[in-house]
């Protein structure tokens, strides 16, 4: 009796995952755009950079150019948005009140400086001001978030200018599985205790004379 032998087609792990469209959450940090002295353009003009085909604005905010009010609204979108990316636009020059970096720079927990170095040179023939952008870029957890100039049009020009790298940052942190500690320990573990209550650590048996 003959058995005939097919090849199953390989397994894509995470593949409905990877093709769902990137979250993004756009923050605008500007005091009188808060105040409600002038309507935000830099939000929307971020917004309608990132192509719709592929990325998804699903939350925009405005919060003043205060270090615990921009961190605590990156925290927000990355915790309870759980979105890929967030952007800020705002706040990134080098006024006393400029505190986005600072305030990014707090929450971060992996810097991506490469994006920050490209935003600063976008451009820079037309606008040699751009030099002076003190935005920073990093990862928390397994959120990108990166800072853009506060003028709509070089906002514009800045996101543009890192686009086309993004897609692969976000392929990469989705694919990223726990870590697990070396020597087979199990990294539920806790450490043994002896009848009093104190950890009991091990000790180096006693050599002979």
């Given at each position: 009796m003959s058995v005939q032998v097919t090849n199953a087609p390989a397994p894509q792990p995470n593949s409905t995952q990877e093709k769902r469209p990137i979250r993004v959450a756009i923050i605008t940090v500007s005091d009188r755009a808060y105040q409600g002295i002038y309507k935000d353009e830099s939000g929307p003009k971020v917004a309608a950079t990132f192509p719709a085909e592929q990325y998804d604005v699903v939350t925009t905010r405005i919060v003043p150019d205060e270090i615990f009010a921009i961190s605590n609204e990156i925290v927000r979108c990355v915790e309870t948005e759980r979105v890929d990316i967030v952007v800020t636009t705002g706040g990134t020059g080098c006024s006393?009140?400029?505190?986005?970096?600072?305030?990014?720079?707090?929450?971060?927990?992996?810097?991506?400086?490469?994006?920050?170095?490209?935003?600063?040179?976008?451009?820079?023939?037309?606008?040699p001001n751009m030099i002076l952008s003190r935005g920073v870029?990093?990862?928390?957890?397994?959120?990108?978030?990166?800072?853009?100039?506060?003028?709509?049009?070089?906002?514009?020009?800045?996101?543009?200018?890192?686009?086309?790298?993004l897609p692969h940052c976000i392929k990469t942190m989705r694919q990223q599985r726990p870590m697990r500690k070396q020597g087979g320990q199990n990294s539920n573990s806790s450490p043994r205790h002896s009848g009093d209550g104190k950890p009991r650590t091990a000790t180096k048996p006693r050599m002979r004379p």
């Open positions: 006393t009140r400029d505190v986005t970096p600072e305030a990014t720079r707090n929450v971060i927990q992996r810097e991506v400086i490469g994006i920050s170095e490209v935003i600063r040179l976008a451009n820079r023939e037309k606008n870029s990093g990862i928390r957890n397994q959120t990108l978030v990166f800072n853009l100039p506060g003028n709509p049009e070089n906002a514009r020009m800045a996101l543009e200018s890192v686009l086309d790298a």
